[in-house]
T-cell receptor, first 112, second 114 residues
Framework: QKEVEQDPGPLSVPEGAIVSLNCTYSNSAFQYFMWYRQYSRKGPELLMY????GNKEDGRFTAQVDKSSKYISLFIRDSQPSDSATYLC????????????FGKGTLLTVNP | EAQVTQNPRYLITVTGKKLTVTCSQNMNHEYMSWYRQDPGLGLRQIYYSMNVEVTDKGDVPEGYKVSRKEKRNFPLILESPSPNQTSLYFC?????????????FGPGTRLTVL
């Protein structure tokens, strides 16, 4: 079993749809969970950062972490064509371990 | 502007011809890392550095070298490139102070080895 599993998609939705992106993981030591957004021909940029279980909301984006199920989600409300990108989940156990473990990314296209 | 820069952005070379991809950050970050990104394989860590003169292997270090002589720079060296090193390469940096390991990525270097 891979440490982090992420459905690669591609995922295509109409503008205004609610998008749900998910990752599962196997390492119970992970405590810090991130979502990166990567536009075509660009480097990944941090979108959401969550520590331990719970929800975090930032505008149209909500990140959820369920450590008991080893499952994280990113919800995008009122999706826009500008949200079209690859979304990568990443996680880390913290402390002196700086390594991020990434999912393979989900390609999202929001159609106008 | 806080950023990670990489050069060159695009490079086409031939097998066996040594090359260096430079990476520089202006955020005084301690931690720097190199990744390669391949279709279906995602981002894989090549090497990382916790601080000046401290480097260590990531998940796919074979065929690569790095050095960290200054805090801001972390070059990636391919002594004898081979076609299987054709990939998209990213440098990243972070504060490395433990509790929040947000990594900032450079714009990427697309390398083709013929």
């Amino acid at each position: 079993q891979k440490e982090v599993e992420q459905d690669p998609g591609p995922l295509s939705v109409p503008e205004g749809a609610i998008v749900s992106l998910n990752c599962t993981y196997s390492n119970s030591a992970f405590q810090y969970f991130m979502w990166y957004r990567q536009y075509s021909r660009k480097g990944p940029e941090l979108l959401m950062y969550t520590y331990s279980s719970g929800n975090k909301e930032d505008g149209r984006f909500t990140a959820q972490v369920d450590k008991s199920s080893k499952y994280i989600s990113l919800f995008i409300r009122d999706s826009q064509p500008s949200d079209s990108a690859t979304y990568l989940c990443a996680m880390n156990s913290g402390g002196s371990n700086y390594k991020l473990t990434f999912g393979k990314g989900t390609l999202l296209t929001v159609n106008p | 502007e806080a950023q990670v820069t990489q050069n060159p952005r695009y490079l086409i070379t031939v097998t066996g011809k040594k090359l260096t991809v430079t990476c520089s950050q202006n955020m005084n970050h301690e931690y720097m890392s190199w990744y390669r990104q391949d279709p279906g394989l995602g981002l894989r860590q090549i090497y990382y550095s916790m601080n000046v003169e401290v480097t260590d292997k990531g998940d796919v270090p074979e065929g690569y070298k790095v050095s960290r002589k200054e805090k801001r720079n972390f070059p990636l060296i391919l002594e004898s490139p081979s076609p299987n090193q054709t990939s998209l390469y990213f440098c990243a940096s972070s504060l490395g102070q433990g509790y929040r390991n947000e990594q900032f990525f450079g714009p990427g270097t697309r390398l083709t080895v013929l």
